[in-house]
């Protein structure tokens, strides 16, 4: 393959601090938590682990810190994996993180609890190849090299979308890469293909001449989680708090459908994003999320993901992910399998 021009590096950057909570690599990439400022007032502070332009951002933006009765202190990580160390270490009450970081936090013995829910679209979970490259079709992949942040929701993505073509991870050759290694490696023509998630997708596919192979729709569950500390959920102060907050951010991400254009643009403002990018990734998959329940279903399919990767000894062992689950908050929340919110034609 001939060599291909890098991105440049003030694009990459922002995106080393926005490991999409759906993708949250596997280690904790040297990540803990920094603060970001206080917001609210009252006694009652609330300790909340964020991501670079994740739920802070995304409340501001809505108007959902305006009449805060307790506070809320926020740290920021750079990915699932190390905001769950400081979970179950006791120094967060609560964030958000996919559909897999828990499974390995869970196999870690974490303490950890899952409260919440919201189910995306996953046209944005992905394995891109270049426009001009000849697979067309997963089965394809054989004897290519795909790279992939290991432990993500991607590594999973990857994992069904090859087994749904009759293949296994060892018919190809993984690239164990984080998002901006692995976009670098792409776009110079390193890697046949690349399996991913939004906001990166859009990224790609708007800078790096890439095309969709196929996507986790119909593979993944496309769930997000809030993820809380047992010790938090045991005091009745800061479990009130833990209900407003979820409460907040669902009102936010009813805000984020209606509103896609202004979230694109405070959303770039906050990470670095194309503006372009942004809303792409928006309504290709950010807004289509909808609070559901983390019921009997969405625990199922949690477990699937734990089977899966207990089955490749990428965790140590199996569990009953139930476990790690308080549905106290689910109250009159939707199914975990309603379907997601659309902006018609997929982007």
């Given at each position: ?32 938590g ?7 007032k ?40 190390p ?26 013995k974490?303490?950890?609890?899952v ?57 190809v ?6 998002p901006?290694?692995a ?49 938090a ?8 708090a ?75 062992r ?28 997929a982007?």
């Amino acid at each position: 393959m001939r060599a291909r021009h890098l991105a440049p590096a003030a694009l990459l950057l922002p995106f080393t601090l926005l490991l999409a909570a759906c993708g949250g690599s596997s280690r904790a990439e040297g990540g803990g938590g920094t603060g970001s400022g206080t917001d609210g007032k009252g006694s009652l502070t609330l300790n909340v682990g964020d991501q670079k332009g994740g739920s802070e951002a995304l409340l501001r933006a809505a108007g959902e810190l305006d009449d805060l009765p307790y506070k809320i202190k926020w740290s920021t990580f750079t990915s699932g994996p190390p905001l769950l160390e400081a979970v179950n270490a006791g120094a967060v009450d609560v964030g958000a993180v996919g559909n897999t970081p828990p499974v390995f936090a869970a196999a870690a013995k974490s303490k950890i609890k899952v409260i919440a829910g919201s189910h995306s679209r996953s046209d944005g979970e992905t394995i891109l190849v270049k426009k001009d490259s000849p697979p067309k079709r997963p089965a394809q992949l054989k004897g290519k090299s795909v790279a992939v942040a290991q432990g993500s929701s991607a590594h999973y993505q990857l994992v069904a979308s090859l087994k749904k073509a009759g293949l296994t991870t060892k018919d190809v050759t993984l690239n164990y890469l984080q998002p901006a290694d692995a976009l670098a490696a792409f776009t110079r023509g390193k890697v046949d293909a690349w399996a991913v998630w939004d906001p990166y997708t859009s990224q790609a596919m708007d800078q790096a001449d890439a095309r969709v192979l196929t996507t986790g729709q119909g593979l993944v569950n496309g769930l997000s989680f809030q993820v809380a500390a047992p010790a938090a959920l045991d005091d009745k102060k800061k479990s009130a708090a833990l209900k407003d907050y979820t409460d907040r951010l669902r009102r936010a991400q009813n805000w984020v459908f209606k509103h896609p254009d202004v979230w694109a643009k405070a959303w770039a403002k906050e990470t670095g994003l194309p503006e372009k990018v942004a809303l792409d990734a928006v309504k290709r998959t950010r807004g289509t999320a909808v609070a559901v329940a983390v019921d009997k279903a969405a625990i199922a399919s949690e477990q699937q993901i734990v089977d899966s990767f207990a089955a490749l000894k990428l965790i140590p062992r199996s569990f009953d992910f139930g476990e790690f689950v308080d549905p106290r908050f689910n109250g009159d929340l939707p199914p975990s399998g309603t379907a997601p919110r659309t902006y018609g034609k997929a982007h």
